[in-house]
Every structure is written in C-alpha cells, then in structure tokens.
C-alpha cells in the first residue's frame, strides 16, 4: 500500500509543480471574488502542511523558513500579512525539495502508529499511511483551488 501512496502523492507534487512554473508571478497574489485566498497562500499552505503532516511520521528534516507558520497556517490570510512572503522561485524550491524527500520516507514508516491521533473535523488519524494519505488529498484539493483561482483570473483577464 506504501507504494501506491507514495506514487500517487509524487504525482500530485510534480502536476503542481508543473502548474506553478506555468502561473505567472504577476497573478500569484490577486485575489478574486469569491475566493478568500490567493495562489501563492495556497501554495505555502501546501507547503507548510506538507511539512507538519510528514513530521508526524518520521524525523523532520524541515528547513522551512518560520514565516511559512504565520504566513500560510489554516486561518491566514494575504489582506493580514506584514511581511514580504515567498518569491515564486522560493515556493518552488521548496515544492521541489520536498518531493525529493518523499523518496526517502522508508515502506515501514506507513504502518507506524502516530503517538497522538491527529483529529481534522471529524476524521481521526491513527496511524502515518493515514496522515499521508490526508496530506496527499489536501494538497489535490488546494491544486484544484489553484487551478480555478488561474481559470477565473484568465477570465477577467479576457474580458
């Protein structure tokens, strides 16, 4: 199982790398209606939630700079921050460096039970291949939000 997974979470990671190398920096912080949050807030919440959910199940080799967590955490937005956030080059670095780290995740650390279930809503998870699997799902559903967010840009942008 660890294997479809991780073949499926490398999937996800490269078409939205693709997608982002694509997006011009110029649309990354537009925001339209009736979106509450911007592409490149998607994309450093992909990354930050990437990096805790991964942490949970092996040793974090995160080089994350702080200001993702204030930045990019559930609940933030673009209209309260005070700081200039990630360049593009930045974002896709580290989209990049943690697909290379997926890689390394070994097949026993799927079935490892996770010391504190971590509960979203209604959802309990027990165990990493299940952390994993809700991180892989969370980044398709923010490629979506993306992917829209382009699509509604490139609209107002013709008309």
């Given at each position: ?43 450093g919440h992909i ?101 829209c967010l382009l ?9």
């Open positions: 199982m660890s294997n479809v997974l991780l073949s499926s979470a490398v999937s996800i990671r490269r078409s939205l790398i693709q997608q982002v190398q694509s997006i011009p920096e110029e649309l990354f912080d537009v925001i339209p209606e009736p979106f509450n949050n911007s592409i490149r807030w998607n994309i990354i930050l939630t990437h990096n805790y959910f991964l942490s949970l199940g092996q040793p974090n080799k995160s080089s994350l700079p702080e200001n993702y967590i204030q930045l990019f955490k559930p609940g933030s937005k673009p209209s309260d921050w005070i700081e200039v956030p990630p360049t593009k080059d930045e974002l896709v670095k580290e989209l990049s460096n943690q697909l290379s780290n997926l890689s390394g995740i070994a097949s026993s650390t799927f079935d490892k039970h996770l010391d504190t279930p971590v509960e979203i809503g209604p959802l309990k998870l027990s165990t990493f291949d299940e952390v994993f699997n809700f991180a892989t799902i969370h980044e398709a559903t923010h490629l979506t939000t993306i992917s699509k509604v840009l490139q609209y107002q942008k013709s008309k």
